[in-house]
């Protein structure tokens, strides 16, 4: 019997031994990232490496990037569009009281195509618009400036034009700015104004005469 008794607290022995190993084990070794304040880390269902929710897609490069490749027009032809649309604004808003209408419709004239020209030299020369400068003395000095490009196609290209008249007149000094919409167009190895319109007017471009 006492044999029997020590085979029993020797198996009671074990398997408290057993016991405290498995807890130990437990203790050290956690199951789930919960435990071990680490997020954990499971199979992405379509294979592909999961992305960081705040990791940017697009980010700054150093490579060289030419837009002008993108474009129907080179850098010289749209900087001299953007330069004939200046000088033509230019001139449009620079006038004198004492200045012949007809002198001052040629010289706007210049910039542009046959068929714009001769619209502009109608509005410029009218009877009233002349009367009204001539009774109020007014003597307006513009500069002109591209603000943006609104579209370019292969042949012509829309720019806005910000147009700033310095006025002097009887009826008092004042500045006046204003967008315009300045259409330039190819014509051969040239190019000319083919439209003009208040930027506020959505003009669109059309080259078609």
Known sequence: MAQQ?????LA??????VIAAVGLYLTMWPDSGESSGEPVATASTSGAPAVPVNTPLATASDAPFDIYSFLPMSKEQLAAAADLAERFTAAYGTFSYEEDPVAYADRVKVFTTADLGNVLARTLSSPGTVDRNRADEVVSTATARTKEIRSVEKTSVVLVVTGTQQITAKSGSRQLTEDY???????????????LQPAGDGQDGDTEG
């Open 181 to 195: 919409a300045v259409t330039v167009s190819q014509m051969g190895t040239d190019w000319r104004v083919f439209d």
């Open 12 to 17: 009671f022995a074990a398997i408290v031994v």
């Open 5 to 9: 008794g020590d085979r029993r607290g």
